[in-house]
């Protein structure tokens, strides 16, 4: 079975084992460009302010040089079962781990920007063998998680853009004409709960259920009389466009530009994917990432090795140029789950998400953030567990 834009001919090609195995001359050249670096200087008691922090980045930057073994996250990364399939033009990366339990539900998880399939090393074997940490092997599923198109290992040079549509049909072909899978749920956070919203907006027939850590809701009116929780919303959103979102600007009007840079230097890729590690992770009163310095460099690493930076960048393009689909008139009539990080970028309220969403359940963290899988992978796990429970028959 294909889906939507996909050809049949896709849906039948085999997908073919994947290993990661960086060459060495890459890994030579990254040394000598972390070993002359030219740094910049930094307004005086700037901090974090103007972004990436100085004293901050220079220390993990001597850690990268010095301490850091991509080899080793190398073999780990290797522990997961990878392939390759092409699909829409695109050569795409997954990661498919089988359930171990009576009978696993597939479970479609989808990263987005800055992050990578990487977020998820964590998160993958506590929803594939939950009995392995204290649960239920009843709750087991089967996840399949794609590296997105045009990002880290589903990108090769000179490879179609995609946008949220077509990468939302893509990942239905994948899961249906490729792995076979008739029903399945699916999870995402950042763009790939935009991804997620829209596969459930083109092909609800597909899906048990689909649970988010973000919930995409640009193009949602503002209430006209909004309750204080609406108001403090709102007020986030206000806060997020005029302080945080440089970047998204950038990225969707002169991604090309903003390319050679980090494309060419480590060091201003790993400060332009840092920082956002640091503003969107709930740090707890540190001033520094609360996730582990080598989790944040082999993240950086994926985009290094594959030079996928620029081509990452293109949903944002799409988002101002393009098509955007998603608007007040949709409405999600999946089942929808929603794991409510208490140092998210914005955070809607219930009332405004069921206008977009049919809410089946809504949990409030007690921590967490913007990278959810990294920054608390068990409790993200039990609440996807959870929400999926009633929803495996149907």
């Not at 171990?100 to 074997?125: R, Y």
């Amino acid at each position: 079975m294909s889906v939507g834009g996909a050809s049949a001919a896709e849906g039948r090609v085999p997908p073919r084992r994947f290993r990661l195995d960086v060459p060495d001359d890459v890994l030579d050249d990254l040394r000598a460009r972390l070993d002359r670096v030219r740094w910049p200087d930094e307004a005086p008691g700037s901090g974090w302010s103007h972004g990436t922090e100085l004293a901050y980045l220079r220390g993990l930057v001597e850690h990268w040089r010095t301490a850091y073994d991509w080899r080793e996250q190398e073999r780990s990364f290797n522990r997961l079962s990878q392939y390759t399939v092409p699909i829409g033009g695109v050569d795409l990366h997954f990661v498919h781990e089988p359930g171990v339990g009576p009978d696993p539900l597939p479970l479609l998880l989808v990263h987005g920007w800055p992050g990578s399939v990487w977020e998820f090393h964590e998160l993958i074997p506590r929803l594939t063998d939950p009995a392995a940490f204290g649960g239920d092997p009843a709750d087991a599923c089967t996840v399949v998680a794609p590296s997105l198109p045009g990002f880290c290992l589903s990108f090769r040079p000179g490879q179609p853009r995609l946008g949220i549509a077509q990468t939302a049909e893509v990942l239905a072909t994948l899961m249906t004409g490729v792995l076979g899978h008739r029903r399945f749920a699916a999870q995402g956070g950042d763009w790939g709960a935009y991804v997620v919203t829209r596969l459930a907006l083109d092909h609800p027939e597909l899906l048990a259920g689909i649970h988010l850590n973000l919930l995409a809701m640009a193009g949602t009116p503002d209430p006209v009389a909004p309750t204080p929780e609406e108001a403090r919303y709102l007020e986030e959103v206000r806060h997020w466009q005029r302080e945080e979102r440089g970047y998204f600007w950038i990225q969707g009007t002169k991604p090309q530009t903003l390319a050679y840079g980090l494309t060419d230097s480590p060091v201003g890729l790993a400060a332009w994917i840092v920082e956002k590690f640091h503003a969107w992770t709930d740090r707890d009163g540190h001033e520094e990432p609360r996730i582990a310095r080598d989790a944040l460099l082999t993240n950086v690493m994926l985009y290094w090795v594959t030079a996928a930076i620029n081509s990452s960048f293109w949903l944002y393009f799409d988002r101002l140029h393009g098509g955007w689909r998603i608007s007040d008139e949709d409405r999600v009539r999946v089942p929808t789950g929603h794991a409510a990080f208490p140092r998210e970028i914005t955070r809607p309220p219930r009332s405004l998400a069921e206008a977009r969403y049919d809410i089946h359940r809504w949990t409030v963290m007690e921590r967490g953030g913007h990278f959810a899988a990294l920054e608390q992978p068990e409790a993200l796990a039990a609440d996807i567990l959870a929400f999926l429970r009633p929803l495996r028959r149907g």
